[in-house]
C-alpha cells in the first residue's frame, strides 16, 4: 500500500524554525529518492528538497544553507528541517514518492504525493 502522511506545519515568526515529518510505507519508503516540494496559492508546485537510497541529499537554490532533509530508516519517516524561515516559505509542503529519479528537483519524477502539511511564515 502506497502511502504517504506529512506532520508537523504550523505557523511560525520570520526567522523561526519547524521540522516536517512524512511517515511512509515500506514500499514507498523503498524507493530510489524521495523528495519535498511545496506549493502556494496560485504558483506552481516547486521542488524543495530530495534524497536518494544512499543519503545524497540535493536542494533547491531558494532553500539551500536554510533547509535539511534527512531520512530515518528504522522508522521509515522523511524529514525536512525549515530554518530562518522567511515569509516566502509560506506554502503547503508536500512529501513524495520518486520513480526514476534522474532529477530529483523536477515533479515529473514523482508519482506518488501525500496530502500535504501548511506552513505559514509572518
Known amino acids: 500500500h502506497v502511502q504517504l502522511v506529512e506532520s508537523g506545519g504550523g505557523s511560525v515568526q520570520a526567522g523561526g524554525s519547524l521540522t516536517l515529518s512524512c511517515t511512509a510505507s515500506a514500499y514507498t519508503y523503498s524507493s530510489k529518492c524521495i523528495g519535498w516540494f511545496r506549493q502556494a496559492p496560485g504558483k506552481e508546485r516547486e521542488a524543495v528538497a530530495a534524497i536518494d537510497m544512499d543519503g545524497t541529499t540535493t536542494y533547491s537554490d531558494s532553500v539551500k544553507g536554510r533547509f535539511t532533509i534527512s531520512r530515518d530508516n528504522t522508522k521509515k519517516v522523511l524529514y525536512l528541517q525549515l530554518n530562518s524561515l522567511k515569509t516566502e516559505d509560506t506554502a503547503k509542503y508536500i512529501c513524495?514518492?520518486?520513480?526514476?529519479?534522474?532529477?530529483?528537483?523536477?515533479?515529473?519524477?514523482?508519482?506518488?504525493w501525500g496530502q500535504g502539511t501548511q506552513v505559514t511564515v509572518s
Open positions: 513524495a514518492k520518486g520513480v526514476y529519479c534522474a532529477n530529483v528537483l523536477s515533479p515529473s519524477e514523482y508519482d506518488t
